[in-house]
């Protein structure tokens, strides 16, 4: 019950980040781009996750309540997007508490079907990023995540965290906790201190 | 049985739109281009529909007959380019048709399978314009749906009047060709008054 | 059993010509970038055909034997990068079995689950190809099966020759084997001879 909240919570929250992505671009400031991108930015990973893993039926197909989510975070977007403009830290923020949630929430989803544990890493990282990797890929620019490279890797960081934790005798949600604070805290430093992993040259 | 004819007919159009963006462009104008671009086209709306419905298995997999009619397509496309290039009007009326008939027999698929009432909406959407946004993301291009707004909207419009025909007691088949006028209506109407959805400014 | 070993073999081809081909570009020379389209390349054709068949769990899921896999071509590219780059030739040989094993065994797998004949030859060429389509695709360039034609064509003949030998009373071995001759040879000449398709004027 707590996890439907956290997933509806984070699907607002990247609702809010696709549909400030689309508004900052020229091309895609109608009310369609802007709710398509949102809808691909907020269910994109976890569809495709869904997909992979053969888990029908996929939580926004069966239950409305997350195309709500999706328009209310389109709504409020709409509303607040001249004052969250002027302070995108905040925007930072909210994306990397998505990222951190979604991809604990498609690790859990991933071993509670018994998969392959590097399998369910790459579930994990792939609900977290894949939403923006359709929006990106969608509005024709190279995927953020090969651009900030830290971005995937906190997750997988996070993710590789939760599986090893998964073995000890911690309670799980502890385990879940530990990882999204790794993954945000990994995703906040990088962008501070500007790290970024290093180039192999040809 | 009658859905059937209706299905293979909106396939030999999509195709053939398919093949005419093809030809339409330098780099696809080679024959394994034209007919992969007319596959795309025809087939992935209703494809990533099954998909995410989990609706297997997936007619043109199961059906020969799907096939065969794209390669129609193709064939009838590739003798008429000449004569159908003078006429890009007819296009748009077949393009329009495609869209209507398929946002209608997607909703379709979508509430026989109990989705949630928002979720058909999306289902009807996707089938009708998704072989589209893959052909475009394809041949590297801003999907139409972004850039010609009223093309989905139009859609969607369609789809909630048959969403709200559906709980009166109008027979189903007056409720999917008052939809299907609907969208061609708006659809041919957005082009000749250029319509299209308001710009937000952010 | 002999198969399982002929795709984790393909999978580290993959890998490797994945690999390479984010080296070769300037914006994906970072681990993550190399990793991912590794990975794209080598699993996204199989996996899409898999979710299009609805057969689950799709192999890399349920096997961590195909992510060491991948890790090992990764490793084996950064490790070699230097020497390969000086002899592309062998790269092309080993994308040509790529393509070549990866069209039976994809046809093989459709025909096991009963599909309409041409559906199965979709499936052969998808496994083979659409892995490079994802990656060109998210690397914002023309995917290469539209820039060298007869790459997917070669595949498309191997596939539709070992449709028909299937017929004959010819074990299956010898079939795959013939196909994949097949292939690889049209494959080779058509680059040796600069091959194409003819192209269609509007």
């Not at 400031?29 to 930015?41: C, E, N, Y």
């Not at 960081?157 to 604070?181: C, R």
Request: hydrophobic share 55%.
């Amino acid at each position: 019950m707590i996890s439907y909240y956290f997933n509806l919570f984070g699907v607002v929250m990247f609702a809010m980040s696709g549909a400030f992505a689309a508004l900052d671009k020229n091309l895609y400031k109608d009310l369609f781009g802007i709710s398509f991108t949102a809808f691909a930015t907020a269910v994109g990973g976890g569809t495709l996750r869904d997909i992979i893993l053969g888990a029908h039926p996929i939580a926004w197909v069966a239950d409305n309540n997350y195309l709500v989510a999706i328009t209310a975070g389109i709504i409020l977007m709409v509303i607040l997007r001249k004052q969250l403009h002027k302070i995108p830290r905040i925007l930072l923020v909210f994306d990397s508490i998505g990222i951190a949630i979604y991809t604990i929430i498609g690790m859990e989803k991933a071993l509670d079907l018994d998969v392959a544990p590097l399998a369910a890493v790459v579930m994990g990282l792939f609900t977290a990023v894949m939403g923006g990797v359709i929006r990106d890929t969608l509005i024709n620019e190279i995927p953020q995540i090969f651009r900030k490279e830290i971005y995937a890797t906190a997750c997988i960081a996070g993710a590789l965290v939760y599986l090893v934790l998964k073995y000890t005798t911690l309670p799980d949600i502890w385990s879940a906790l530990i990882s999204i604070v790794t993954i945000i805290g990994i995703r906040l430093a990088a962008v501070k201190f500007r790290w970024s992993l290093p180039k192999l040259e040809m």
